[in-house]
T-cell receptor, first 112, second 113 residues
Framework: RKEVEQDPGPFNVPEGATVAFNCTYS??????FFWYRQDCRKEPKLLMS???SGNEDGRFTAQLNRASQYISLLIRDSKLSDSATYLC?????????????FGAGTRLAVHP | DVKVTQSSRYLVKRTGEKVFLECVQD?????MFWYRQDPGLGLRLIYF???????EKGDIPEGYSVSREKKERFSLILESASTNQTSMYLC????????????FGSGTRLTVV
């Protein structure tokens, strides 16, 4: 079983739609969670951290469910510029190093 | 802004060549990482370093070595390049503390012919 699993997509949605991505992780000791965004042929960039109480940044909302070991990202009012791959990221949970585990990503395509 | 700079955006090398990929960060981060990214496989950790002269193997270290002689610089070495090492290589850095996000360089697309 992969340490971090995501639906690869693609999710094809019209502008203005609401879209949600889920991600599951296997290490119950993980303490830090993130969503990264990666544009085609570019490097991953931090989109937002995910906190236990859930957090929002404009049109983006992240949720964490520790009991079920899954993380979600909700994007409201999708824009063309949201088209990218979204990576779910979890820290390794042990060893004392800041070792992050990256999911393979979920591709989003927003069309007019 | 944290900057992670990779020396080359594109590289073409021949099979059997020794290849050096350089990465420099300017935020005094303790941790530095080398990943490769291939379609369908996501990011795979090759090596990481948490201090000068320290290195740890990642998930796929075979065929690679690293060097960290200065805190700001982390080099990835392909001892004898092979065609299956054609990939996008990404360097990242982070503070030492657990839970900090990574900052990535813009990547080096390496083709081995």
């Amino acid at each position: 079983r992969k340490e971090v699993e995501q639906d690869p997509g693609p999710f094809n949605v019209p502008e203005g739609a609401t879209v949600a991505f889920n991600c599951t992780y296997s290490n119950s000791a993980s303490q830090s969670f993130f969503w990264y965004r990666q544009d085609c042929r570019k490097e991953p960039k931090l989109l937002m951290s995910v906190y236990s109480s859930g957090n929002e940044d404009g049109r983006f909302t992240a949720q964490l469910n520790r009991a079920s070991q899954y993380i979600s990202l909700l994007i409201r009012d999708s824009k063309l510029s949201d088209s990218a791959t979204y990576l779910c990221v979890v820290n390794g949970g042990s060893g004392g190093y800041n070792k992050l585990i990256f999911g393979a990503g979920t591709r989003l395509a927003v069309h007019p | 802004d944290v900057k992670v700079t990779q020396s080359s955006r594109y590289l073409v090398k021949r099979t059997g060549e020794k290849v050096f990929l350089e990465c420099v960060q300017d935020m005094d981060h303790e941790n530095m990482f080398w990943y490769r990214q291939d379609p369908g496989l996501g990011l795979r950790l090759i090596y990481f370093s948490y201090d000068v002269k320290m290195k740890e193997k990642g998930d796929i270290p075979e065929g690679y070595s690293v060097s960290r002689e200065k805190k700001e610089r982390f080099s990835l070495i392909l001892e004898s390049a092979s065609t299956n090492q054609t990939s996008m290589y990404l360097c990242a850095s982070s503070p030492l503390r657990t839970g900090a996000g990574y900052t990535f360089g813009s990547g080096t697309r390496l083709t081995v012919v």
